[in-house]
Structures are given as structure tokens and as C-alpha cells.
């Protein structure tokens, strides 16, 4: 073994080799040891994009040959529109694949109980079990992982997490429940293969988890952007301020487009005195697909060389151009168990080069993160309005503590939308002239539309720990 | 079937990655006897795993993901 010191890397990237092991100064004082690249993984996160493309072409054939041999769904599907693994010549041919949609998925379950069709070894080849966290309702789907499918989840973390910072001296908290949920699963895997002390808060309320944050000096924290507020509200209450008594130099968030909401960004940096970084996954995919890089460019970096991101008019399913919004379609070349190609995902999008961003990787970026949803939107009085945009314009005013959108139809006639607001305790004066604001910025931002501005009680509205569910629709359902 | 010589954009593989794709080769050939200990085998595929990982991320062949 001996022979092997001071033997060069010969892996390619961008610098050659990782380099020395270097200090860096962080916020809240924090000295952090790393190795010099800024990448998990330079050879491929840093392709030319024509290599990249060509990956993704070697991926996509293989991934199709798989998903035909092994999962019925998929023969079914293919054989139904006369396509299959040789169809493939040039990436452009993805195109003449069927979509794969999360009705399917469900029906198939439905027909050949638990885990249908789609699924391509035997229920006993998998070590992991998780479930749909039920925020679009319904059944949820259920998903199985091999060894190697699980390895792969934690790593595609890692290029999110190594990307945005996160080193071995690093010391990890996750405000996360632990139970079926894939959530920040994953990401926990990730944390340890990384070398970080990672800490589970699974049975802690939050002002224990707050406590422990500060006590055991943790200086990166993962939690949904409602909860990391919520932790941030109930430090507050209990006198400790976070940037003084913490050591919190990253925030990683997921599980709601709030993540990369510029103000909701900036209201959590300010609670926490560390950087705040989004993160996209689902569990169709069982991991993230996007991670926002140390850079912070306004979105997060597709992870290009595990996944394609189609971005469809959700209309005519034709591509969208550079920088106009549509439909995520993703196909995921990582799992083995579940093949997931050309998954229609129903959130909204708007992709923009990778230069937008200097970071130097070659991933494409979804600017502004997950947008909403595309069946997110309500129809106000002619006025689309999705929960995303009336959050950014509720966020922007620091004083509010929680807030809830309610739509409503007034003499079975017309549709009302509210918002209720409650403000942070020491705030209540402002409510007259903050009323008045939130109603006009709230309208400037949907054409005029008349929102109604309520204030709630203290403690009156919900609080989530998971995804929050802050639009009710009290509307008659057809 | 597996490339032992070229990555998947057609490069030939370094030293590093040709030992890279040798050990996990070697792991996965010992993660499938059946007269090893379970301490032996369920390590040995932990190994193996962690190392088709590595593998895969680099672009190296090393086969479809399921296969354990």
C-alpha cells in the first residue's frame, strides 16, 4: 500500500486532480476543510455539452433496452406505440417515446397489487420501501430500491450537497419526521457517505431541535423552506439568536418551490446567518434532480449527466424554448428498479443555459427553481393564480409569521380569494398600514385581481413540518 | 457486456479508472459465491455497490443499474 503514496489522480476534470486539502472561512465563523474542486463529480459535471449529450444518448439506449427486457409496463407501453429499444438513434428520438404518467403508475398498481408491473426484479431484491408523500392526493405510489439504486440516490445528494458546500467537517441536522416519506432519506445516506457528523431529529419538537441545532454547533441544516422559517420563529421565542448563538453556515432546502423564492431565501438567511440553497427531487425518481451550486445564479443546476429534463408546452407537448415555462418531463438513468422515462411530472418550469451561471458546470439550470404546479393554478375571475407567486408577494414583508390562501364562491356565483395573514407577535401594530400594501401588491401582481386581506389569530393558522398545504379551494368541486 | 478499455464517450480510461473497474469487477465476482460467511458476502456487496457507484458516475461501463 505504501506504493501508493503520492501517486497523481489520473481521474479527469476540469482541474485535473482534486488538489490539496485547503481552509476556507465561512459565515458564522465556521473554518471549513475541503479539497479544492468545487465539484462531486468534475469528469461530468463539467462535459462539453455535445459529450454531454452523447452520455445521455449511451444512457438513455441502455436505460430503454433495460425498462423494454424487464419491466412489463414498459413492453406494454412500447409494444402499444410501435417503439422500442431501436428506436433510439439520436437523443432527439426520445420524442418518439410515450409519456409515462403518475395516473399510469397508479392504475397499474391498482391492477396487479402492491407495486404493479412496472417494477423489473422480484419485491425481494429491494432493501428500501418508500411512499408518495400525498400532497397531489390520491393513492400513493409506492417504490422499491436495489442496493445499488439506493447508493445511487444518496450520491445524486451528494453533487447537491458538494455543490453547494457541504464538506466531511461539516456537522448535519435534519429537521426531518424519518417515516415512509423518502424526504431528506436519502440525503441523511449522502451526509454519512460524505463524512459529516449527520444528526436525525426524527421524535423532536421543534424547540428541541433548536436547542441541539446550537448546542452540538451544527453548521448545516436541512429541512423543508416552511419549517427552516418555523425553526428560525420558534428560536426567536425562545431568545436565542441564531446568528450569534449558531454556528449555521448552509440551509439546504427541499420539498417546496418556496425554496427558490427570492424573499423567502432572504428571510431565511437572515434568521440563520448561513447561505440558503434549494433542492428539487421526487419520490418517482427517489432522489434530487436539481441542486442550486455554491453560486447561488437565481436556480438550481440540472444534474445532466443522471437525468434529461424536457420542458414541454403542456398544451401541444412541443418543446419550450430557453427561458419560457412549461411542463418537466424527466427521464432518470439512476434507478434500476423502477425505470422512470419520459415521466410526465406536472410541475412548472423555465430553463436557461448553464452559463446563466459561472460556476463552470455545464448543467443546464431551472431558473427560479419549481415554479408551481401546472394543475396548481386557479382560476380567478379570468386571473390565473398560482399559491407560488402570491407566497413571494406575502414573503416580502417580513412582519408576517404564516399566512393561508382561501378561494371561495360568494352566491354560488362569484369566486373570492383570500389571504390570511397572522404576523409575528411583537408586529400586531402594523396590520392597518400592512393590509393595505399586501392588498395592493397582491393585485399588482395578478392584474388587479381584488384579493381579500384577513388577519388571523396568533397561532390560528396551520404550521407543516413536510410540504405545506396553504391553499384551500372551499369552492363547489365538478 | 462491459468495456474495459473505453468510457462511455468513446475515451480510454485512465489508470485510476482502469483500477477502479477492476476492483469493482473483482467485488462483484466475490459478492456472487455462495460459500463465503454472510459477513463476508454482505460486506463484499456493500463494496461492490459503493464501487459500481463510483464507476457509473465516471462514465465507466460497468453494466445496468439493478444488478446486484
Not at chain 1, 459529450?51 to 438513455?60: F, G, I, N, Y
Not at chain 1, 440558503?276 to 443546476?301: K, L, N, S, V, Y
Not at chain 1, 371561495?408 to 409575528?424: C, G, H, P, T
Not at chain 2, 489508470?15 to 454472510?38: G, I, K, M, N
Request: aromatic content about 8%; charged content about 25%.
Amino acid at each position: 500500500m505504501d506504493s501508493d503514496r503520492g501517486r497523481r489522480s489520473t481521474l479527469r476534470g476540469p482541474t485535473g486532480n482534486p488538489g490539496p486539502l485547503a481552509e476556507a472561512a465561512e459565515p458564522n465563523g465556521v473554518t471549513v476543510t475541503s479539497t479544492t474542486t468545487a465539484f462531486w463529480n468534475p469528469k461530468t459535471e463539467t462535459l462539453p455539452k455535445d459529450q454531454l449529450r452523447a452520455l445521455q444518448l449511451h444512457r438513455l439506449q441502455r436505460l430503454v433496452a433495460h425498462a423494454y427486457e424487464n419491466s412489463p409496463f414498459h413492453r406494454r407501453l412500447y409494444d402499444a406505440a410501435k417503439v422500442g429499444p431501436d428506436s433510439i438513434k439520436t437523443l432527439d428520438d426520445i420524442r418518439r417515446l410515450p409519456f409515462m404518467t403518475r395516473e399510469d403508475w397508479m392504475a397499474c398498481q391498482a391492477e396487479k397489487p402492491i407495486f404493479g408491473d412496472l417494477i423489473t426484479r422480484p419485491q425481494s431484491d429491494a432493501i428500501r420501501y418508500h411512499l408518495t408523500s400525498g400532497t397531489s392526493g390520491r393513492q400513493p405510489l409506492r417504490v422499491l430500491d436495489s442496493r445499488k439504486d439506493w447508493s445511487w440516490i444518496t450520491d445524486m445528494w451528494c453533487y447537491g450537497f458538494w455543490g453547494f458546500g457541504v464538506r466531511p467537517s461539516d456537522t448535519v441536522f435534519f429537521a426531518f419526521s424519518y417515516g415512509s416519506f423518502i424526504g431528506f432519506w436519502g440525503a441523511h445516506y449522502c451526509c454519512e457517505k460524505l463524512g459529516c457528523l449527520t444528526l436525525a431529529s426524527g421524535n423532536m419538537t421543534t424547540e428541541q431541535r433548536v436547542k441541539q441545532i446550537v448546542e452540538m454547533g451544527v453548521t448545516v441544516v436541512c429541512a423543508t423552506p416552511t419549517y427552516a422559517l418555523r425553526m428560525g420563529q420558534a428560536a426567536e421565542k425562545m431568545g436565542i439568536d441564531l446568528k450569534k448563538e449558531g454556528k449555521v453556515r448552509r440551509v439546504i432546502v427541499s420539498g417546496e418551490p418556496a425554496g427558490s423564492i427570492p424573499a423567502v431565501k432572504s428571510m431565511i438567511e437572515d434568521m440563520w446567518g448561513g447561505k440558503c440553497g434549494d433542492t428539487a427531487g421526487m419520490t418517482e425518481i427517489g432522489t434530487i434532480m436539481i441542486f442550486e451550486c455554491d453560486h447561488q445564479p437565481g436556480g438550481p443546476h440540472i444534474i445532466e449527466d443522471h437525468f434529461i429534463e424536457e420542458v414541454l408546452d403542456p398544451e401541444t407537448d412541443e418543446p419550450q424554448a430557453y427561458g419560457d415555462s412549461g411542463e418537466r418531463v424527466v427521464t432518470s438513468f439512476g434507478r434500476g428498479f423502477i425505470p422512470l422515462i419520459r415521466y410526465r411530472t406536472k410541475d412548472l418550469v423555465r430553463k436557461v443555459p448553464h452559463d446563466t451561471c459561472d460556476c463552470g458546470r455545464t448543467g443546464d439550470i431551472f431558473e427560479g427553481g419549481i415554479l408551481g404546479r401546472v394543475d396548481d393554478m386557479k382560476l380567478i375571475r379570468g386571473t390565473n393564480v398560482y399559491p407560488r407567486a402570491v407566497e413571494a408577494v406575502v414573503r416580502e414583508h417580513s412582519e408576517v409569521e404564516e399566512f393561508q390562501i382561501i378561494v371561495s364562491r360568494k352566491d354560488n356565483v362569484q369566486d373570492e380569494i383570500s389571504v390570511k395573514v397572522e404576523l409575528k407577535p411583537d408586529q400586531q401594530d402594523v396590520w392597518p398600514r400592512l393590509s393595505a400594501q399586501l392588498g395592493k401588491d397582491l393585485a399588482d401582481a395578478h392584474e388587479g385581481l381584488r384579493f381579500n386581506v384577513e388577519l388571523a389569530n396568533q397561532g390560528e393558522l396551520p404550521r407543516f413540518e413536510l410540504k405545506a398545504k396553504r391553499l384551500q379551494d372551499l369552492r363547489p368541486q365538478h | 457486456m462491459t468495456n474495459d478499455t473505453k468510457d462511455l464517450l468513446g475515451n480510454d480510461l485512465s489508470a485510476d479508472e482502469r483500477e477502479l473497474l477492476e476492483l469493482y469487477q473483482r467485488t462483484l465476482t466475490l459478492s456472487r459465491r455462495d460459500d463465503l460467511p454472510p459477513v463476508a458476502t454482505a460486506n463484499v456487496k456493500q463494496a461492490m455497490v459503493l464501487l459500481w457507484n463510483a464507476c457509473n458516475d465516471l462514465a465507466i461501463d460497468c453494466g445496468v443499474p439493478d444488478c446486484d
